[in-house]
């Protein structure tokens, strides 16, 4: 799957109940062929995705190969044993990043 179609099902999968209280910018640098980065947004409930580099200050950095984070999408791969294997590669509050879990995906925490 190329990294645009993972950050639109990433868009899709947007539950702005889970995030009205959250304000903070992630860098989700999505690598392999076809990856890019992209800097979201999420503030009051909302969430804006756009291009950006790999250098885009922000609160939370996340990287991962374009294959493991279709893994994640499809549910063969957890964050969390994504995260603790070093598959998904966390800069910046882990707090932050483990806040994306019940925004983006079914289930419990991480």
């Not at 076809?34 to 996340?62: F, H, M, R, V, Y």
């Not at 063969?76 to 294997?85: E, I, N, Q, V, Y």
């Not at 070093?86 to 879990?101: D, H, K, R, S, T």
Request: charged content about 20%.
């Amino acid at each position: 799957m190329q990294a645009t179609n993972t950050i639109e099902e990433l868009r899709r999968r947007f539950k702005p109940e889970a995030a009205r209280n959250l304000t903070a910018t992630y860098l989700i640098h999505v690598k392999g062929p076809n990856g890019g980065a992209w800097l979201t947004s999420i503030k009051d409930g909302q969430c804006d995705i756009k291009e950006a580099t790999s250098t885009t200050p922000c609160d939370c950095k996340i990287a991962i190969e374009a294959d493991d984070l279709e893994a994640i999408l499809t549910g063969r791969m957890s964050a969390m044993t994504a995260a603790l294997s070093g598959v998904l590669q966390i800069e910046g509050e882990l707090g932050l990043a483990m806040q994306l879990v019940p925004i983006f995906f079914d289930g419990g925490p991480f």
